[in-house]
């Protein structure tokens, strides 16, 4: 899947140098199931990119599985734009996102 333009300075040459050595390190073993590939993605657990420091070294299976949810929010929200939905609340639309660029009235309310 393409990295989305709003999120493409996070994965410039330093990320790029930082993800070789995660890989290396892991000894291209899936953190997760504990098997060797050939093949491995560093994922960001906290679905942040920003967040260098929760990042876990997965297979491709692994790593669909444990995104799949946030996968099915993104494209349920985008679906429900399309077809000009309302929110309920601006909790729920904002769900999908890394709590640091929630609004700082929502961060104070400790919904997450």
Known sequence: MPIRPEFRKYYRA??????????????????????????LNV????NDPADWRSVAVLCPSCHSRRDSGQKVAVARRTQ???RGQLWLSDELELAHLPA???????RQMRLF
């Open 14 to 39: 330093d990320w790029r140098r930082f993800r070789a050595a995660l890989i290396d390190r892991a000894g291209n073993v899936c953190e997760a199931c504990k098997r060797s590939h050939r093949m």
């Open 43 to 46: 994922t960001h657990l906290t």
């Open 80 to 82: 429900a734009y399309r």
């Open 100 to 106: 640091r660029l929630l609004p700082f009235e929502l």
